[in-house]
């Protein structure tokens, strides 16, 4: 039992932090479409990429908690989570189909590239086989930048950010330990 956080405090607030994820991630991306698209496909770039919505989260789900009284159940703490990862994940997937498909086409082009010539240095330095390597190359060069195939790979990233979220979840919450009578 929470204190004195409600459902629609929490919502409010989980949008609330969504929509500052999103703010992130369109200022990361533009920052990385100015670099270039081999910054893009930077390893380092990448990780920062999981990082920093992380981070953003997990702050933003202590200050939920310590505005709760330093309490807050499981449920609160996993849906908030989730509520903001999902608003976040709709603002950079907006961001990026209205930059790929709409601002800068040609950019498709240069990042499709990029990212073949960074997998293709992986892969020599990996031993794969040349049939793994050869469908890797294909699904790269078939790589599509609409709507439903950036969602795809967006609901495949909010598949694994759940196991991340449930995991966060059970470390910050805090319930009041009940009074022996």
Known sequence: MDLILSNEERNNEAVKWGVLMGIFAIAYLLTGYTMGAEVMVNKLYFLFSLLLPLLLLSFGIIKLRNKNQGFITFKNAFLFLLIS??????????????????????????????????????????????????????????????????????????????????IISAIVKRTPKEEII
């Open 85 to 166: 990862s999902i608003v976040g994940i709709l603002i950079n997937l907006m961001s990026q189909y209205i930059l790929f498909n709409i601002f800068d086409t040609d950019f498709q082009h240069e990042y499709r590239n990029a990212l073949l010539a960074a997998s293709e240095k992986w892969v020599e330095k990996s031993g794969i086989s040349d049939i793994k390597k050869e469908e890797m190359r294909e699904g790269i060069i078939a790589m599509q930048f609409d709507i439903l195939s950036i969602l795809k790979s967006y609901l495949n990233l909010l598949v694994g950010l759940t196991i991340v979220i449930l």
